[in-house]
C-alpha cells in the first residue's frame, strides 16, 4: 500500500512539471506586447509629457486550454486515465490475502476435518467466496460424482480449479500493462499529428510568422505526447506493483490449496479404511 502511494504521488509530481513545461513553452512562444505610444503634445509652458501609463500584461492560457490543445487525441488520453484509476481500485480490493483464504475460513474448516463432517464441508464451502473454498468446493463435488476416484484425479481437479483462479488474477493486471502499452503511443499519434497541422498551415504564412507558427504547433503537440506518458508510466508502474501482488497470492494459494487437498485426500482414505475397501 505504501509502495503505491509514492508511485502515485511520484507520478503526480513528472505530471505537474511536464505540464508546467509545456505552460512555458506556451508563454515563451507569445510576442512581447508593442510598447505604448507617448500619451500628447507637450503643454503649455514647456513642461515634459507625462509618462505613458504601463500595459496591462496579456492574459496566461489555462491550464484545461493547454490540455484542450493536445486536439482530438486528449478524449481517448482521459478515457485510458479514467481506466487505469478504476483497474487500480479493483485490483486494491480484490487482489488481497483475505480473497484466498482470511484466517476465519479456515478456523472455520478445521471442525469438519475434526469431525470428518464431509456433508456440513461441502455446504460450508459451497457459500464461500474465497479461493481456497472454491478448490475445495470443485473437489467435493468432484468426489459426490465419482467416489472412487484415486488421489492423483482429485489433486488434478484441485489444480485445474487453481489454474483458473491464477488466471483470473493474471487477467486483471494484464488490462492494466495493456493500457501502460498503448497510452503512450496514442500521445505519439497526437503529436504528429499537431506536427502535420503545423506545416499545413506554415505553408499559406508569410516567411517572418514560419517559425512562430512552427514552435506553436509543436508545443502544443508535444502536450499530447506528455499526457500519454503521464498516463503510460502511471500504468506500468501499477501494473509492476500487482504482478508481485498476485505472485504473493498465488504462492499463498498454493499453499492453502495443498493442506486443504491432503485433508481431504486423508479423509476419503480413513474413510475406506473403516469400510474395508
Known sequence: MNVLRWIILAFLALGSLLMAESQHLILAQQPAPAPAAAASAPAAGGKAPAAAAAPAPGGVESLWQMLLSAGFI???????????????????????????????LLRRLEPFFEKEDVQG???????RPQSAARILDAVLKFLYRHPEADD??????????????????????????????????????????????????????????????????????????????????????????????????????????????????????RYRRRKGL
Open 74 to 104: 486528449l478524449y481517448p488520453l482521459g478515457l485510458a486515465s479514467i481506466l487505469v484509476v478504476t483497474l487500480i481500485i479493483y485490483c486494491m480490493l480484490t487482489l488481497r490475502e483475505s480473497a484466498i483464504a482470511s484466517p476465519e
Open 121 to 127: 464441508l461441502a455446504a460450508y464451502v459451497a457459500e
Open 152 to 269: 492423483a484425479a482429485i489433486k488434478a481437479v484441485a489444480e485445474t480449479e487453481g489454474s483458473r483462479i491464477v488466471a483470473s488474477m493474471n487477467q486483471r493486471v494484464l488490462y492494466i500493462m495493456d493500457i501502460g502499452v498503448l497510452a503512450p503511443m496514442l500521445g505519439l499519434l497526437g503529436t504528429v499529428a499537431g506536427i502535420l497541422h503545423s506545416f499545413s498551415q506554415i505553408a499559406s504564412d508569410d516567411m517572418g510568422s514560419r517559425a512562430n507558427v512552427l514552435a506553436g504547433g509543436v508545443a502544443q503537440a508535444l502536450v499530447a505526447t506528455g499526457i500519454g506518458l503521464v498516463v503510460g508510466l502511471t500504468a506500468m508502474s501499477a501494473y509492476a506493483f500487482f504482478r508481485g501482488r498476485v505472485n504473493h497470492l498465488v504462492s499463498l494459494l498454493d499453499t492453502h490449496a495443498t493442506l486443504l487437498v491432503h485433508e481431504i485426500i486423508a479423509m476419503k482414505t
